[in-house]
């Protein structure tokens, strides 16, 4: 809270990498309104004032969503603005192109982005726990050092956790769930290397449930997500994936945009549950899929200010998938998963990545494994292709 108009504007330039909902009072609109609007951190403005009169200039400055006479009418608003807000960070969509004749190649950037994502989801699962635990638990206490609600709830679950309660943990409104999903959505190399004890649990559970729903599975199943996550989180109820789309409500620069999956649960491979019993959020009927859930597109369409896209779970039957995996194992051969990572990576130019990667690796092993050798010398070799020779001459 600032009286100070300087070190209010002073304030929200250091914030560059935050989304800010903006509270000031009439009198600050003139002088202060036309400096931040176009930042980017702002996300959207609320004026506090008895009189309306400030908003004849409501079409100049789009992200000013009103003026409210009271703290508490604010607040009603708020509260479902960082709910769509909260949903639509957890955006994490990678579109493939539909390929044509023979032409699949790694060249391709964006068909090597998305078997990058298959293949990371494969090596997190792959490599070994050791000490992960502890690694996750310190860093979610270095993302919310100051933060006192957090750390005690990071407290609760470092004494608590149990594997059979990764469900629970990942829909509860916490540290947990927010940490995760960025990760997987900017594909965060570190920070999911760190998180790789909770995602194999989550993972585990889920097809745990996936197998003893065997014989219950059959016909078609309707989901719906406003956003669609590497976990994907989805509701049978519309109603509810509505509230989180922003129910078709005018948002400066902000749509409202509704996914409709079809899941033929008979030939479904993805392993996914309904986790209505296991869920913090009962009443929101959730079903879980497991990371990598593909999808295709089969509409679009809006519908009363909500753009309606109705997708089907097909990669089983899809042929593109099948030729782009195809060429990727003649391509990377049947090493390891976590080779191909790293092979996958140089080919995309991705070195500083790939350079975190191995140094991640190499952390992990113990003196006398015979593949630090191999990583040594794939390590080297990544430095040369960088120009950083000296970091390279050890290697």
């Known amino acids: 809270m600032f009286d100070n108009v300087a070190e209010c504007i002073e304030y929200i330039l250091e914030c560059q990498s935050e989304k800010i909902f903006f509270i000031l009072a009439e009198s600050w609109y003139i002088t202060v309104v036309p400096v931040i609007h176009d930042l980017e951190q702002i996300h959207s403005i609320y004026v506090l004032s008895y009189n309306q009169h400030v908003y004849c200039q409501e079409q100049q400055y789009s992200k000013v969503c009103g003026v409210y006479n009271t703290i508490d009418d604010i607040h009603e608003v708020l509260v479902q603005e960082v709910a769509v807000l909260t949903t639509a960070k957890d955006l994490a969509i990678s579109f493939m192109p539909s390929t044509s004749g023979n032409s699949i190649s790694l060249s391709n950037r964006l068909e090597a982005s998305f078997m990058y994502f298959q293949l990371l ?3 997190l699962l792959s490599i070994n726990v050791g000490n992960a635990k502890y690694d996750m638990i310190n860093e979610c206490r270095r993302q919310y050092d100051g933060n006192d609600y957090q750390l005690n709830i990071i407290d609760e679950f470092e004494r608590q956790y149990t594997n059979g309660r990764a469900i629970e943990w990942y829909t509860r409104d916490s540290f947990l769930y927010r940490i995760l999903n960025k990760a997987l959505r900017v594909q965060d190399i570190d920070i999911l290397f760190k998180l790789r004890f909770f995602i194999k649990d989550l993972q585990a559970q889920l097809e745990k449930l996936y197998e003893d729903d065997e014989k219950k599975r059959n016909g078609i199943i309707v989901v719906y997500r406003s956003i669609l996550l590497d976990f994907l989180s989805t509701t049978t109820d519309r109603n509810i994936a509505l509230i989180y789309s922003g129910g078709g409500l005018q948002r400066p620069s902000q749509e409202s945009v509704l996914f409709e999956i079809m899941v033929d649960q008979e030939k479904c491979q993805r392993p996914f549950h309904n986790i209505r019993d296991l869920s913090s ?5 959730e079903v879980l899929f497991a990371m990598g859930m593909i999808c295709r597109i089969q509409s679009i369409q809006e519908v009363d200010g909500v753009w309606s896209v109705k ?8 042929e ?3 030729k782009l995996r195809l060429h990727m194992r003649e391509e990377l051969t049947n090493e390891t998963n976590i080779v191909p990572f790293g092979k996958l990576l140089s080919m995309m130019g991705e070195y500083d990545k790939l350079v ?9 092993m113990s003196d006398d494994d015979p593949k630090r050798q191999i990583f040594h010398s794939h390590l080297g070799a990544t ?3 960088l ?8 290697m």
Do not use: R
């Open 121 to 123: 989801i494969d090596v």
């Open 281 to 285: 959020f009962y009443a929101e009927n």
């Open 311 to 318: 997708l089907t779970s097909n990669e089983e039957d899809d």
């Open 320 to 322: 593109d998938l099948k």
């Open 356 to 364: 975190q990667f191995y140094l991640l690796m190499l952390a992990e």
């Open 383 to 385: 430095y040369t292709d």
């Open 387 to 394: 120009g950083k020779y000296e970091e390279a001459l050890p």
